[in-house]
C-alpha cells in the first residue's frame, strides 16, 4: 500500500529543499534588519555642524539685505510700532537671492522674515529663519548712527569712543591783547631837550628817553575758558528672573522677547518653540502641522537708572574718579 512514509521516502530532496528555502528567507530578513540598523536614515544629510554651518550663513545673509531694505522712508515712526518683510517677499523684490539648507531643501518663504520695531532711541531688529530641520532668530540693537554706510546698521561702540576723541580737544584760553603804543610826550620832550653843564645836548639821554621798554599789557576782562561738560550714568537695578513659565500654545502670535540688562522699560523676556503634531484627521488619515508655543518669565524694576552732568574744567580728576565721563559738549 502506498503511504506517506513510502512517498517521503521515495524524495528526500523535497524536504531538504523547503528547509533551505526557509533558512535563506530567514537569512535575508536578518541582513536587512542589521542593514537598517547600522546605516543612517538618510545618507544624503550632512552633519550636524555643516548643517549649522550654512544656516548661520543664510540668516547673515538675510541680515544683510535687512540692511538694504530699511531704509529712512521704510522705518516705523512711532515707538512700539514695528515693519516686517517675509523672505518670499525679499526674494521677489530682489533684496535676496533664493537659497536652500545644507540638504537641498527651500526654507519656509512664509515663517521666514526680517522685523525692525521702533525703541525710544533706537530700532530692534528680528531676523528668524524656519527650515525643515532648524528654526532660529537673531535680535539686536540698530540705529541711524553716523557712521553707518546705510540709513541703519548695528551699534560700533568702538568707533563712538573714536569720535569722543576727537571731540575731546585740550583746552585754549582766548586772549584778546591791547598793546599800550602811547608815549609819554612831557618825558620824551623832557629828555629830548635836557642839556648838561657844558651847553650841548645829551643825544644817548634823549635816545633813552624815547625807548619804552615795558611788555604790551594784557586785559584780564577779555580771558575766556571752555568749560567741558561731564556725565555719569547709573544703571537700573532689577530683581531676579522668575521661572519660565510652562509652554503654551502661541495663539496671540508672541515675538520672542530678550531684554537688555540697563533697559527699564522691559520687565518680560519671551522664548519660542515650534513642532509638529497631530491636528485631526482627513479622509482617515492623520493631519499633522506645525504648532507655536511659547514660555515668559517677568522681573521687577527695583530701582530706575540716572543720568546726571555737571560742568567743569578739561581734565577734573575729581568727577572722572568718580565716574563721570565726557560728552562732548563745551561751552
Known amino acids: ?35 537598517k540598523l ?8 550632512k552633519s550636524s555642524s555643516e548643517y549649522d554651518k550654512v544656516f548661520s550663513a543664510n540668516l547673515e545673509s538675510m541680515e544683510n539685505a535687512a540692511f538694504e531694505y530699511f531704509t529712512k522712508d521704510r522705518l516705523p515712526k512711532e515707538v512700539g510700532d514695528n515693519t516686517e518683510l517675509t523672505l518670499r517677499e525679499m526674494v521677489n523684490s530682489n533684496f535676496l537671492e533664493a537659497f536652500t539648507d545644507a540638504n537641498g531643501k527651500s526654507c519656509d518663504v ?53 569720535n569722543k576723541k576727537e571731540e575731546e580737544t585740550e583746552v585754549t584760553k582766548e586772549v584778546d591783547i591791547t ?5 609819554d610826550s612831557s618825558n620824551s620832550s623832557t629828555n629830548g631837550s635836557a642839556t648838561n653843564n657844558s651847553g650841548y645836548n645829551n643825544s644817548s639821554n634823549s635816545n633813552t628817553g624815547s ?17 567741558y561738560e561731564y ?22 502670535r508672541y515675538s520672542a522677547i530678550k531684554c ?23 479622509n482617515g488619515k492623520p493631519v499633522y502641522a506645525t504648532v507655536h508655543y511659547y514660555s515668559s518669565r517677568t522681573r521687577t524694576l ?13 581734565n577734573d580728576t575729581n568727577l572722572l574718579n568718580q565716574g563721570y565721563t565726557y560728552t562732548g559738549n563745551t561751552r
Do not use: H
Open 110 to 162: 512664509n515663517e521666514s522674515y526680517i522685523r525692525l520695531t521702533k525703541n525710544d532711541n533706537d530700532y530692534t531688529l528680528r531676523v528668524n529663519l524656519k527650515c525643515e530641520d532648524k528654526e532660529d532668530y537673531s535680535l539686536q540693537k540698530v540705529g541711524e548712527y553716523s557712521y553707518c554706510d546705510k540709513t541703519i546698521c548695528k551699534r560700533d561702540s568702538s568707533k563712538e569712543k573714536d
Open 302 to 314: 527695583l530701582s530706575s537708572g540716572s543720568t546726571d552732568t555737571k560742568w567743569s574744567t578739561y
Open 231 to 252: 556725565m555719569k550714568v547709573t544703571n537700573p537695578t532689577f530683581s531676579a528672573w522668575s521661572s519660565w513659565s510652562s509652554w503654551a500654545r502661541n495663539s496671540n
Open 38 to 45: 547600522t546605516n543612517p536614515t538618510n545618507s544624503n544629510k
Open 260 to 282: 537688555n540688562n540697563t533697559d527699564a522699560n522691559c520687565l518680560k523676556e519671551i522664548q519660542l518653540y515650534s513642532r509638529k503634531e497631530k491636528v485631526g484627521t482627513a
Open 179 to 183: 598793546e599800550d603804543t602811547t608815549n
Open 211 to 227: 625807548t619804552n621798554n615795558n611788555p604790551p599789557a594784557q586785559s584780564n576782562e577779555n580771558q575766556k575758558t571752555t568749560m
Open 1 to 35: 500500500m502506498y503511504t506517506e512514509e513510502n512517498a517521503r521516502g521515495r524524495f528526500p530532496f523535497r524536504d531538504i529543499l523547503l528547509k533551505a528555502i526557509v533558512v535563506i528567507i530567514f537569512l535575508v530578513l536578518i541582513i536587512f534588519i542589521i542593514t
